[in-house]
Antibody, heavy 114, light 112 residues
Framework: EVQLVESGGGLVQPGGSLRLSCAAS????????MSWVRQAPGKGLEWVAT????????HYVGSVKGRFIISRDNAKNSLYLQMNSLRVEDMAVYYC???????WGQGTLVTVSS | DVVMTQSPLSLPVTLGQPASISCRSS???????????LNWFQQRPGQSPRRLIY???NRDSGVPDRFSGSGSGTDFTLKISRVEAEDVGVFYC?????????FGPGTKVDIK
């Protein structure tokens, strides 16, 4: 059974940093593109970033370019999102997803507030 | 970026009756590999989204056959043949042909 378990969310001040993690199991992690998608409170879904199987290719939504870094450790079956210079508008539930978003984790909440 | 629009944004439905949601993209979603990466998702209240349909018309495993997807180019449709109570929630279309992937605004389906 495919499982994606996010962690690392919490409260951070504007301008601060946070690192999200996603532990994957139930499939060959190194064979799949992986992505982060977020959802602000009461709002719709927004794709954030995607990374290729071997980490050689990354893509970001414009609003996070230069601030967020997606990475992975295939030996640990883990996906990461390093979030720097956080803004109030980054506050959301962040979901870890696979490929064309066919599997989702339960999400981790990031709150940006002073 | 490709802009995705959906209509209607709110859809009150009667149990047992059909329902239809339209999704349009600002440019053709045909990828250079010949595939059209238009997917549909359902998000029930308090839950993570789940994919229902991929590449326009392919149902994901475990998705009831009352859900169907169709369309091409820039115009796509999700149909529910007979709405059941468990179908309430927000439905999103998303294009995965171009970077960045972009979602539609969502269509909220509830029971009349």
């Amino acid at each position: 059974e495919v499982q994606l378990v996010e962690s690392g969310g919490g409260l951070v001040q504007p301008g601060g940093s946070l690192r999200l993690s996603c532990a994957a199991s139930g499939f060959t992690f190194s064979s799949h593109w992986m992505s982060w998608v977020r959802q602000a409170p009461g709002k719709g879904l927004e794709w954030v970033a995607t990374i290729k199987q071997d980490g050689s290719e990354e893509h970001y939504v414009g609003s996070v370019k230069g601030r967020f870094i997606i990475s992975r450790d295939n030996a640990k079956n883990s996906l990461y999102l390093q979030m720097n210079s956080l803004r109030v508008e980054d506050m959301a539930v962040y979901y870890c997803t696979r490929d064309q978003l066919n599997y989702w984790g339960q999400g981790t909440l990031v709150t940006v507030s002073s | 970026d490709v802009v995705m629009t959906q209509s209607p944004l709110s859809l009150p439905v009667t149990l047992g009756q059909p329902a239809s949601i339209s999704c349009r993209s600002s440019q053709s979603l045909v990828h250079s590999d010949g595939n059209t990466y238009l997917n549909w998702f359902q998000q029930r209240p308090g839950q993570s989204p789940r994919r229902l349909i991929y590449k326009v018309a392919n149902r994901d495993s475990g998705v009831p056959d009352r859900f169907s997807g169709s369309g091409s180019g820039t115009d796509f449709t999700l149909k529910i043949s007979r709405v059941e109570a468990e179908d309430v929630g927000v439905f999103y279309c998303v294009q995965g042909t171009y970077w960045p992937f972009t979602f539609g605004p969502g269509t909220k389906v509830d029971i009349k």
